[in-house]
């Protein structure tokens, strides 16, 4: 049987070939690499870098990084531009210039409105203290009854712990004299981290607990403790206080009634506003690193192996005969039209 020879590669512009072969390494297969190669590959003593394989090559933590810094610089431009208006029509109240009534009155509103939306506004990754995490806010709390002091001392005592669904269980927490407040904190953090709940020794010198901002209503609602009688009741578990971490920011409490209201208030609006700006400043070096990060995983051409591929492929399929007619079947199988227009587009 005589085959005659392909006029397929003639035809083929050679720059769409290579690009398409070049931009996915999985469109030859073994069968086709080995076809498309005319010349063996001479292997090297060390391991050759692994092939990266298109748009599974993105690191998709740092674009949700960026995503996510992004968000909480919007929140943060538009509360420092709500503060420095609010701050000028204060200013000028005091000053005894003319300020439409109601307009003071209106901004505080309207900043009050904002901050109420920090969490949906800022995807979750500012805190109420306006401190930014790339893996979420958390809230921070205490609480009442569970301070180091009181947990030092007394006899042995297992603590059991409910947070949360009865379908989590309970767990619990062994104290005993001699305990330091950071093994103390370390015992409920190991038992309270399968929770979603952590414990720490605050900058305060403080037994200090955090769990995700958006899980804090159920934390806070069934926070229950169960003792043997020496630092909590025996018997059932009892329901215990757990006090929230105050906010940076508390727009409720600004009062405009008269001139010292003004006062109180424009201070409290100046402190704000640097809390606002010190918070964008941290954020804009968080988006900074997160789009190096997120450029530093972008899929890159011109991988040696692949070159190698590539310029083999376009080699063979120029030239008429068996090989050619091999190289270009092995290389379409899988192929459609929907998967290199999508592969173009990476261009």
Do not use: C
Request: net charge neutral; aromatic share 4%; proline share 5%.
């Amino acid at each position: 049987m005589q085959i005659a020879p392909s006029t397929v590669p003639a035809s083929m512009p050679q720059g769409n070939t290579s690009n398409a072969v070049a931009a996915d390494g999985t469109a030859l297969g073994l069968a086709g690499q080995n076809a498309a190669t005319a010349t063996p590959v001479t292997p090297t003593p060390s391991a050759p870098a692994p092939l990266r394989r298109g748009l599974s090559n993105w690191d998709r933590p740092p674009q949700g990084d960026v995503a996510g810094a992004q968000q909480a610089l919007d929140f943060l431009e538009q509360s420092a531009a709500q503060l420095r208006a609010l701050k000028s029509d204060l200013s000028a109240k005091l000053a005894d210039r003319q300020v439409r009534d109601g307009t003071i009155e209106a901004r505080v509103r309207q900043f009050g409105s904002t901050w109420k939306q920090r969490q949906q506004t800022s995807g979750g990754t500012l805190d109420a203290r306006l401190a930014y995490s790339r893996k979420g806010a958390v809230q921070r709390f205490t609480v009442r009854g569970m301070t180091l002091a009181g947990l030092r001392h007394g006899n042995r005592e297992v603590l059991s712990i409910a947070v949360g669904s009865a379908a989590q269980g309970v767990r619990s927490v062994s104290l005993e004299p001699g305990l330091s407040d950071a093994e103390i904190a370390q015992r409920f953090d190991d038992a309270l981290a399968p929770l979603g709940v952590r414990a720490s020794v605050n900058d305060d010198g403080a037994l200090e607990f955090a769990t995700p901002e958006d899980s804090w209503a159920g934390v806070r609602d069934s926070f229950a403790v169960q003792g043997s009688g020496i630092r909590f009741p025996t018997g059932q578990m009892n329901r215990v206080k757990t006090e929230p971490e105050a906010a940076s920011i508390d727009p409720d409490s600004w009062n405009t009634s008269d001139l010292e209201a003004l006062r109180q208030t424009l201070q409290q609006v100046v402190q704000a506003l640097a809390q606002v700006e010190q918070a964008m400043a941290s954020v804009s070096n968080a988006l900074s690193q997160a789009g190096s990060r997120a450029q530093a995983g972008a899929p890159v051409d011109g991988a040696p192996a692949m070159d190698q591929v590539a310029q083999n492929f376009v080699t063979t399929t120029n030239q008429s005969g068996y090989q050619s007619l091999l190289s270009l079947t092995s290389a379409l199988v899988g192929i459609s039209r929907e998967r290199v227009i999508s592969l173009l587009g990476l261009r």
